[in-house]
């Protein structure tokens, strides 16, 4: 509490001096401009234009364009300042939301740029641009592998900037992915391994830090960050920064319960957004504000924000964007009590989240960062046996010829077997890693192959099924029970089909995609239960992920365990709640008769205990707080 307390008086006190900040926000760029205008010499211009664009973070896209422009007027074509301009292009390209303009133009530059040392922070800057795009195109595997090129690079030129650089990439492209332990794991070693000089040029290594510590639910670590980034974002005049700690703070002050703070900072990040014109993160701090109405109740200002992004967002193609701001309009909807739009939303976001996991996969990822780690290990041991032979020829100097020419020859044929001995244990273990790999990968394709073959044959059955039971009920109105039932079992089936086909062709899954499937399932079931209230809580603070098998076998206790409290247990509520922290703890809790379980398991129970541990889950049936019966599945492998 008294951290908290702490941090609105901190927070308060940065509001009231904003606009000293605000005021100083120009300052720097006011004085370039000034010497760009009053300058006669064409050389000094375009050095200061280049400075000025390279702040593109504290411009407005039309002055950032102005700049870009006057700049390649005085460029000489393939100078190093024409690469930085046409870098500034890239950024500027994308930021319009030009993603393909953008990356061709990266790529036709890759291609004629000089791989000279004079050329290699422009190199670095397109590379890391092509990196930004993708990770802004939720391409974000492919993100990975460029920043582990950029850190590669930096590190042989021991270039701290380009190293921090490429963390910050890193744990960004994690964390939009929503590996949040990963993007620390990145982040924390570039602030670490950053110069305290060069930490305001790299402020969003703490927004980001301060992101991942807000999701996982670490309010002290969140609070920690947000402070350096608002300090070092203002030393920088970074709109761009502050606009993302305002973002995350109002984040904060709704877990908090502090509604009229959120509210401010909230829109106080849209208008920074709007004045820098980066649309693709407002969307991100609308749909923040659409989750903020929900919480309060204003479920009209909700709604009618979040289909304003919406727009924006499909306008974009971002698929990130929409799952996030889809989320925001069927919290809306579920506030509401609109139960039917709330679960036509939550088909599209199932949808979106398949669409994605099908665009990063995770093993292609940890195969990036293993060879990175693999090609270091690698490195490190050629300079060790580089620093031997050097030491070796040094000692030997002062031998005779013969002696000399001798010992030169016999530890030249020891160094190489020493290499070929280390280069074969290298072999070794990346055909290990490659052979492992590849049996996953023949898995996978069969798995996806079972997939294909379910859906085009069985999927047009069932498909048939649903429109054979319309025509009937059109047919024959005076059955309606029977053919509504007919048609609900005929939906089911589908359902069914699509949710076995869903955990086949995915390489792995997160939690949160088991629990949009099993909201979205609850809520058709439910409409054959009216007088029973069900509840469903999720405190997923770390959205594991797990496989296909472990996701299916989930899928199928929670729908069992929900089928036991309707069908035995008399109960007039069911509750589930999802957590996750340390480990995933997912309950099913009814308000019925109550029940242990039983000595003689019937099928369905076996089924269960199968499952739990064929997952390695561990499963327990207990009393509920208030009666009834309390499923708890754990999961036993973290």
């Not at 953008?102 to 291609?111: H, P, R, T």
């Not at 969140?222 to 973002?247: H, V």
């Not at 023949?442 to 054979?468: F, P, S």
């Amino acid at each position: 509490m008294r951290r908290f307390v702490k941090f609105i008086l901190s927070s308060i006190c940065f509001i009231l001096i904003q606009q000293c900040h605000v005021k100083a926000q120009t300052a720097i760029n006011d004085s370039i401009k000034h010497r760009i205008n009053s300058s006669a010499n064409l050389s000094d211009q375009l050095h200061d234009i280049i400075l000025l664009t390279s702040r593109s973070y504290a411009l407005s896209l039309d002055t950032f364009y102005h700049y870009i422009v006057s700049g390649r007027q005085i460029a000489l074509p393939g100078s190093t300042e024409y690469f930085r301009l046409e870098n500034a292009y890239v950024r500027y390209l994308s930021k319009r939301d030009n993603s393909e303009k953008a990356l061709n133009l990266v790529d036709s530059l890759l291609n004629i740029i000089p791989q000279t040392e004079k050329f290699y922070d422009a190199r670095q800057w397109l590379i890391n641009n092509k990196a930004a795009i993708f990770i802004r195109t939720n391409k974000q595997k492919e993100a990975i592998e460029l920043e582990l090129k950029v850190l590669k690079d930096a590190e042989g030129a021991s270039d701290a900037m380009w190293i921090c650089r490429a963390y910050v990439g890193l744990g960004w492209a994690n964390l939009e992915l929503g590996k949040y332990d990963d993007a620390i794991k990145w982040l924390t070693t570039g602030y670490l391994n950053t110069p305290d000089s060069l930490l305001s040029r790299n402020s969003f290594l703490f927004s980001n830090l301060a992101s991942c510590y807000n999701n996982i639910n670490q309010p002290d670590s969140a609070f920690k960050y947000i402070e350096l980034a608002l300090k070092y974002g203002s030393m920088d005049q970074n709109l761009t920064q502050l606009a993302n700690s305002y973002s995350i703070r109002a984040d904060m002050y709704i877990n908090a319960k502090e509604h009229q703070l959120a509210e401010k900072d909230l829109e106080e990040a849209i208008k920074i957004r709007q004045k820098i014109g980066d649309n693709l993160y407002v969307i991100a701090d609308m749909a923040q504000l659409s989750f903020f109405y929900a919480s309060i109740g204003e479920t009209d200002k909700g709604i009618a924000i979040a289909n304003k992004a919406i727009t924006i967002a499909e306008e974009l193609k971002s698929v990130s964007k929409q799952i996030f701001i889809y989320n925001a309009l069927a919290e809306n909807y579920k506030a509401a009590g609109l139960y039917q739009k709330y679960a036509s939303v939550l088909e599209k976001v199932i949808e979106l989240k398949d669409t994605l996991s099908d665009q990063n996969s995770t093993e292609a990822i940890a195969r990036f960062e293993a060879r990175y780690e693999l090609q270091k290990k690698e490195n490190i041991i050629m300079q060790q046996q580089l620093k031997i032979t050097r030491s070796r020829y040094i000692t030997i100097g002062s031998l005779l010829l013969l002696t000399l020419i001798a010992l030169t020859l016999g530890l030249w044929y020891r160094n190489r077997q020493l290499l070929n001995n280390r280069k074969m244990e290298m072999d070794l273990l990346e055909q290990k890693v490659q052979s492992k790999i590849d049996v996953k990968q023949a898995q996978e394709n069969e798995r996806k192959r079972i997939a294909a073959d379910l859906h085009d044959n069985l999927g047009v059955y069932a498909a048939a099924i649903t429109h054979n039971v319309i025509q009937l009920r059109e047919q024959f109105a005076n059955n309606g029970v029977i053919t509504e039932n007919l048609e609900a079992n005929a939906q089911n089936m589908v359902s069914q089909l699509n949710n076995t086909i869903w955990v086949l062709k995915n390489d792995d899954l997160r939690l949160t995609q088991l629990s949009d499937r099993l909201k979205l399932w609850m809520q058709r079931l439910m409409k054959n239960y009216p007088d029973i209230k069900y509840s469903f809580n999720e405190k997923i603070i770390i959205d594991f992920t797990y496989t296909p098998v472990v996701m299916l076998n989930l899928y199928y206790i929670l729908m069992e365990c929900v089928n036991n409290s309707l069908k035995h247990s008399g109960c007039t509520e069911i509750n589930i709640l999802f957590n996750s922290q340390i480990r995933t703890v997912i309950e099913v809790v009814d308000n019925g008769k109550g029940m242990s379980e039983p000595v003689k398991s019937g099928n369905g129970l076996i089924h269960i205990k199968q499952r739990a541990a064929e997952s390695q889950w561990l499963v327990a049936w207990v009393v509920g707080d208030s009666g009834g019966t309390k499923v708890i599945l754990t999961d036993n492998t973290k």
